[in-house]
């Protein structure tokens, strides 16, 4: 079975970091593009960031770009996504998605919670 | 600023048929924009159902279809189920890496 679990949600401060998780398994995972979809309380999907098959690119969206920093491990088959100078606005479910046919979006994880409060 | 427009709510019959839309700010949607669908639940993730304008995954159901419609990416519903009420998103691909999420659409089945 295709799955997506991502970890590593939590509470934090304002200008503070984190960094989350997304463990994939039932499909050969370095084949793949992975992509971080948010979603505020209440709100609609913002894509959030990019990252090839053997992580040599990437995109960010404007809203992220320059604090959020995606990753991979393929020998783990973990994506990551290390988010510092958080702030109010990144709270949201952060959503792991894997990428399918060249411009088809799969399969989704359950989410992970961030919220960024003091 | 890329903006992708869907219609904020609708309202259909069950067994009855309904269509969606997804519009650019940058003008008509065509195949190269591989439009995306996706449904959503109250309190679950969303699930994946059209890929590149009208591509179904295996377990999306029959009664979904997606097309272009108008200068709009469209899906289709034919045959409404109760269990079809739901937020549906667009994606929208703009080059670049860069893709852009609909504000979503709450399709109410009554």
């Known amino acids: 079975e295709v799955q997506l679990v991502e970890s590593g949600g939590g509470l934090v401060q304002p200008g503070g970091s984190l960094r989350l998780s997304c463990s994939a398994s039932?499909?050969?995972?370095?084949?793949?593009?992975m992509h971080w979809v948010r979603q505020a309380p209440g709100k609609g999907l913002e894509y959030v960031s990019a990252?090839?098959?053997?992580?040599?690119?990437?995109y960010y969206a404007d809203s992220v770009k320059g604090r959020f920093t995606i990753s991979r491990d393929n020998s783990k088959n973990t994506l990551y996504l290390q988010m510092s100078s958080l702030r109010a606005e990144d709270t949201a479910v952060y959503y792991c998605?894997?990428?399918?046919?060249?411009?088809?979006?799969?399969?989704w994880g359950q989410g992970t919670m961030v919220t960024v409060s003091s | 600023q890329t903006v992708v427009t869907q219609e904020p709510s609708l309202t259909v019959s069950p067994g009855g048929t309904v269509t969606l839309t997804c519009a650019s700010s940058?003008?008509?949607?065509?195949?190269?924009?591989?439009p995306n669908w996706f449904q959503q639940k109250p309190g679950q993730a969303p699930r994946a159902l059209i890929y590149?304008?009208?591509n179904k995954h295996s377990w999306t159901p029959a009664r979904f279809s997606g097309s272009l419609l108008g200068g709009k990416a469209a899906l289709t519903l034919s045959g409404v189920q109760p269990e079809d009420e739901a937020e549906y998103y667009c994606?929208?691909?703009?080059?670049?890496?860069?893709?852009?999420f609909g504000g979503g659409t709450k399709l109410t089945v009554l």
């Open positions: 039932g499909f050969t995972f370095s084949s793949y593009a």
């Open positions: 940058t003008g008509a949607v065509t195949s190269g924009y591989y």
């Open positions: 998605v894997k990428g399918g046919d060249p411009n088809a979006f799969d399969i």
């Open positions: 590149s304008t009208s």
């Open positions: 994606l929208l691909y703009y080059g670049g890496a860069q893709w852009v």
């Open positions: 990252i090839s098959s053997n992580g040599g690119s990437t």
